[in-house]
């Protein structure tokens, strides 16, 4: 194959301490795509790992189409790979892991599945007919693998959403690059959510063990999926989200308000059990929704914000007694049925305190800031790429 044929297919390969794998990696690699006369080129996005990595990159640059970007100060997976599409000059990009998990044979398979124009993104599935995982998998981490697949169900109904092994359009990278925010080593969902794919296909593959090294997946990684999964919520349900995480939230209240109450009633009077329970309770409401449903308004002055949650707490309160009061006096069945006029007035206080944290956390959710996310049309793929194509150009001379 000669390398004058423009490049057709950049491929990311992000690592941290995989220089023993890269040799085998890029040589299987590189026969399989001569093999399938596609041109193309190897991006290592390596973070810093003082392993050998760049001597190694510089030998196998002498026989392969490889580049080497050493990021010095950021770290992560997700941003490796951002980091990789950027320099990218391929038409169609493809990632996979550097540690041979991911067989380098099956790369053609992704990218000619992506020459159909109807398709958004390939994934190579382990869990679709004709894929598999390695014998000597384990079962916790199968366990693991499915759960974590089972969490994106809400984001896709792909049967390996969690896979490394993926082929998408630089195209479409580029038009969806400002949405990006990604965390932890998901990117290929974030990829799909945030691009808006509505099809994307999966080609059966034999995942592997790691043929060297040790893994990267630890319990601060799993972590880092649920902080995903709620960003990537925020960012596709909006106000939606926000009203499940605070309706949990809220839940958890109740269970602090209700312990604290029979705590305290062993300290203090009644009344004051009461409202010590109840201000605890709500102090536990708003550093919740302060962490995690209203997490971008974190930056905002926190005593403001206590103080504006309270008033909101109280207008709640007020709006919870006066639905439950005029229930009970108004209407024979709810005064005979005070639980339930109860009840309608807690989800009326509930809904109250919900709008009003949109004013005390009034910093724009995600969604709301964010374009949509729809498919991006073949036209505007066409003149992404020429921008692109321009900018690399101008970079160049």
């Known amino acids: 194959m000669s390398r004058s044929k423009p490049i057709e297919v950049s491929i990311i390969v992000p690592t941290y301490c995989e220089a023993e794998n890269l040799p085998t990696l890029i040589t299987r690699l590189g026969a399989a795509m001569i093999k399938a006369d596609t041109p193309f080129e190897v991006i290592v996005v390596d973070d810093n790992s003082n392993d050998g990595t760049e001597q190694v990159c510089q030998e196998l640059a002498a026989d392969h189409p490889v580049k080497l970007i050493v990021r010095k100060k950021e770290r992560g997976l997700s941003s490796a790979v951002i980091a990789g599409m950027r320099q990218a ?18 790369a053609p398979d992704l990218i000619n599945a992506l020459n159909d ?44 959403p969690m896979a490394g092994f993926f082929a998408l359009r630089r195209a479409d990278f580029v038009a969806s690059e400002s949405r990006l925010d990604p965390i932890g080593y998901k990117i290929g969902l974030e990829l799909l959510v945030k691009c808006g794919f509505s099809n994307v296909i999966e080609v059966p593959i034999s995942f ?9 997946l630890t319990l601060r990684e799993q972590v880092n999926y649920l902080w ?7 960012f596709r349900y909006g106000k939606l989200s926000k009203l499940v995480q605070f309706s949990a939230v809220g839940a958890s209240g109740m269970v602090i308000d209700v312990a604290c109450f029979a705590l305290l009633l062993a300290l203090a009077p009644e009344t004051i059990a009461r409202a010590a329970a109840i201000w605890i309770a709500m102090t536990w409401n708003f550093a919740l929704n302060r962490e995690f449903t209203f997490s971008q308004s974190r930056s905002n002055p926190l005593w403001r914000q206590y103080a504006g949650f309270c008033s909101g707490c109280l207008v709640g309160a007020v709006v919870t007694w006066s639905v439950s009061l005029f229930l009970l006096t108004q209407d024979p069945w709810f005064a005979s049925h005070a639980a339930v006029a109860a009840t309608v007035g807690a989800v009326f206080g509930a809904g109250t305190n919900f709008m009003a944290c949109f004013f005390v956390f009034r910093e724009k959710p995600i969604a709301e800031t964010s374009t949509s996310a729809a498919p991006v049309s073949r036209s505007v793929r066409a003149k992404t790429v020429a921008d692109a194509e321009a900018r690399v150009t101008r970079k160049a001379a």
């Open 208 to 216: 592997a063990n790691r043929l060297k090294g040790e893994s990267k």
């Open 228 to 234: 995903h999964l709620k960003r990537l919520a925020d």
């Open 117 to 160: 124009p109807g398709v958004d993104m390939v994934i190579g599935s382990r869990y679709i007919d004709g894929g598999s995982t390695s014998e000597d998998w384990g079962v916790l981490r199968w366990i693991n693998s499915k759960v974590a697949t089972l969490l994106a169900w809400p984001f896709t109904k792909a049967k390996d």
């Open 89 to 106: 000059q391929g038409e169609k990009l493809l990632v996979m892991d550097a540690d041979l998990s991911h067989p380098p044979e099956q």
